[in-house]
């Protein structure tokens, strides 16, 4: 390549999915119109079945994606901003459609000029490659990209700078000694982060009736539970995947959730797509273990975390008696899974201990909307003048829940069950303890994740549930 020509006058091409922004426009469309109905199914096979230029066309005529909404790569922007500022012609050349295409250069408004698909030319590989050298010749051109798909125009570059590369386009970097352009975590680990481990504790509730039933020395029990809870988990995880690509817009507009890993693109939405898959035929083997009953307590359970994610989740106070619901389903689960005796008491309980969870959830977010702020809470069905009301909701239900205990505690059900049961009075204020301290740290602004996962995390809260722990294995002496 000829390094002998004066740098400001070598134009500098740029592609855009995987390079400019850390997504596929393509996959992030064709996403977004299946979930919108996923009937489109049909269309999306027919298009590629004309050709993938055609795709890409109906896609981004279709998909309503807007250009502010991508996760734009900072340090490569910071880059063509810099040489723009020398003298420099910046070029997008993308496969993308032309709107995609059209309205990133529109958005970002550095480039000099446009290259992209038309609806019978998919502007990749060595069609992108031979547009170029046509367009600037041989070693004419600085190029950055990150793909097998660039290695055509890596090789036809006068310089090529590789961001975020997939194995061919790195090992096509380091065999050439390129510029790599450093964009943070890759792939490996980030595929963890997207299931969302530290959310499985939530699925601790399917031991509570083991534990009720005093079970906790069968070993047979013991089993039937762990592999409930990691039944659960794997399937829980495979929803919270499709919930985050069905936010992916909601999300990149929230100051923290912006991060996660489909929202930032450190996780590319096909690696996504298996994950959940994989995860969720794991979850089905697991359920084959242990009663049938077990199978349609986990089907509903599926059911209703995807109309939560799709419906339910945008619907005012629906969505906090569905959480509340599906926390309840988990008990549930337990119970069936060991063939555990299901109290009434228990199922009460449980709604109104959980319900006021899910109400200090949606507090939280009202809180971080702003209370001046008009109009929904992105993706909810909350408005900023609802955060009182939430909050008062939410405090009754503590209440509630504490009152329930109690009368539980004085039932026959109860009497005949445990041999001390006066020793399970403390139950009822320790409850309260748990959930007015998560009220008042919400009402502080010092809440900044799940209720639940804050539980288990908080050493005040663990410290709570052991004293419970311990007044029940009393009760039972």
Same mark, same amino acid.
């Given at each position: 390549?000829?390094?002998?020509?004066?740098?400001?006058?070598?134009?500098?091409c740029v592609d855009l999915d995987g390079t400019l922004v850390a997504t596929d426009t393509l996959w992030e469309g064709a996403i977004s119109i299946l979930l919108?109905?996923? %009937?489109?199914?049909?269309?999306?096979?027919?298009?590629?079945?004309?050709?993938?230029?055609?795709?890409?066309?109906?896609?981004?005529?279709?998909?309503?994606?807007?250009?502010?909404?991508?996760?734009?790569?900072?340090?490569?922007?910071?880059?063509?901003?810099?040489?723009?500022?020398?003298?420099?012609?910046? *070029?997008?050349?993308?496969?993308?459609?032309?709107?995609?295409?059209?309205?990133?250069?529109?958005?970002?408004?550095?480039?000099?000029?446009?290259?992209?698909?038309?609806?019978?030319?998919?502007?990749?590989?060595?069609?992108?490659?031979?547009?170029?050298?046509?367009? =600037?010749?041989?070693?004419?051109?600085?190029?950055?990209?990150?793909?097998?798909?660039?290695?055509?125009?890596?090789?036809?570059?006068?310089?090529?700078?590789?961001?975020?590369?997939?194995?061919?386009?790195?090992?096509?970097?380091?065999?050439?000694?390129?510029?790599?352009?450093?964009?943070?975590?890759?792939?490996?680990?980030?595929?963890?982060?997207?299931?969302?481990?530290?959310?499985?504790?939530?699925?601790?509730?399917?031991?509570?009736?083991?534990?009720?039933?005093?079970?906790?020395?069968?070993?047979?029990?013991?089993?039937?539970?762990?592999?409930?809870?990691?039944?659960?988990?794997?399937?829980?995880?495979?929803?919270?995947?499709?919930?985050?690509?069905?936010?992916?817009?909601?999300?990149?507009?929230?100051?923290?959730?912006?991060?996660?890993?489909?929202?930032?693109?450190?996780?590319?939405?096909?690696?996504?797509?298996?994950?959940?898959?994989?995860?969720?035929?794991?979850?089905?083997?697991?359920?084959?273990?242990?009663?049938?009953? =077990?199978?349609?307590?986990?089907?509903?359970?599926?059911?209703?975390?995807?109309?939560?994610?799709?419906?339910?989740?945008?619907?005012?106070?629906?969505?906090?008696?569905?959480?509340?619901?599906?926390?309840?389903?988990?008990?549930?689960?337990?119970?069936?899974?060991?063939?555990?005796?299901?109290?009434?008491?228990?199922?009460?309980?449980?709604?109104?201990?959980? %319900?006021?969870?899910? %109400?200090?959830?949606?507090?939280?977010?009202?809180?971080?909307?702003?209370?001046?702020?008009?109009?929904?809470?992105?993706?909810?069905?909350?408005?900023?003048?609802?955060?009182?009301?939430?909050?008062?909701?939410?405090?009754?239900?503590?209440?509630?829940?504490?009152?329930?205990?109690?009368?539980?505690?004085?039932?026959?059900?109860?009497?005949?069950?445990?041999?001390?049961?006066?020793?399970?009075?403390?139950?009822?204020?320790?409850?309260?303890?748990?959930?007015?301290?998560?009220?008042?740290?919400?009402?502080?602004?010092?809440?900044?994740?799940?209720?639940? *996962?804050?539980?288990?995390?908080?050493?005040?809260?663990?410290?709570?549930?052991?004293?419970?722990?311990?007044?029940?294995?009393?009760?039972?002496?």
């Amino acid at each position: 390549m000829d390094h002998s020509i004066n740098t400001v006058q070598v134009p500098l091409c740029v592609d855009l999915d995987g390079t400019l922004v850390a997504t596929d426009t393509l996959w992030e469309g064709a996403i977004s119109i299946l979930l919108r109905n996923p %009937l489109m199914v049909f269309h999306l096979a027919l298009w590629l079945f004309k050709g993938k230029a055609e795709l890409k066309h109906q896609v981004a005529t279709r998909s309503k994606r807007l250009a502010q909404d991508w996760p734009y790569r900072d340090e490569v922007i910071a880059r063509l901003k810099a040489e723009k500022e020398n003298g420099r012609s910046l *070029v997008l050349v993308t496969g993308a459609a032309a709107p995609v295409a059209m309205a990133a250069v529109e958005h970002l408004g550095i480039f000099n000029e446009v290259l992209h698909s038309s609806r019978d030319n998919n502007l990749t590989r060595h069609r992108k490659r031979d547009l170029l050298v046509e367009r =600037f010749g041989a070693g004419g051109f600085d190029y950055i990209g990150n793909s097998k798909d660039d290695i055509d125009v890596f090789d036809a570059a006068r310089t090529a700078i590789v961001v975020a590369p997939d194995r061919h386009a790195l090992k096509w970097q380091t065999d050439h000694g390129a510029e790599l352009i450093d964009t943070g975590p890759s792939n490996g680990w980030v595929s963890l982060k997207t299931i969302r481990m530290h959310q499985w504790a939530k699925n601790v509730l399917i031991a509570v009736p083991m534990v009720l039933n005093h079970d906790i020395a069968n070993w047979d029990i013991v089993l039937r539970t762990v592999i409930a809870f990691f039944a659960f988990s794997f399937l829980a995880s495979a929803v919270y995947i499709i919930n985050d690509l069905s936010d992916l817009q909601n999300d990149r507009a929230h100051p923290k959730k912006r991060m996660r890993p489909l929202a930032s693109g450190q996780l590319s939405i096909p690696r996504a797509l298996a994950i959940a898959l994989g995860l969720t035929v794991c979850s089905i083997l697991l359920s084959t273990l242990l009663p049938a009953q =077990f199978m349609l307590v986990l089907g509903f359970y599926g059911l209703s975390t995807t109309a939560y994610t799709f419906i339910l989740k945008r619907k005012l106070l629906v969505d906090v008696f569905t959480l509340a619901g599906l926390y309840t389903v988990r008990i549930i689960a337990g119970s069936v899974a060991t063939g555990a005796d299901l109290s009434f008491w228990l199922l009460a309980f449980s709604i109104f201990f959980f %319900l006021s969870l899910a %109400l200090v959830k949606r507090y939280v977010e009202l809180n971080e909307f702003g209370l001046n702020e008009v109009g929904n809470v992105p993706g909810r069905g909350y408005m900023a003048v609802d955060f009182e009301m939430v909050g008062q909701a939410g405090v009754a239900s503590a209440f509630t829940a504490s009152l329930v205990l109690a009368l539980y505690i004085h039932s026959t059900e109860m009497q005949a069950m445990y041999t001390l049961p006066w020793a399970l009075w403390p139950l009822c204020p320790l409850v309260l303890y748990l959930l007015l301290r998560i009220w008042m740290l919400a009402r502080r602004s010092m809440l900044h994740e799940d209720p639940v *996962v804050f539980i288990m995390r908080d050493w005040r809260s663990q410290l709570t549930m052991a004293a419970g722990m311990v007044l029940v294995f009393i009760g039972t002496l």
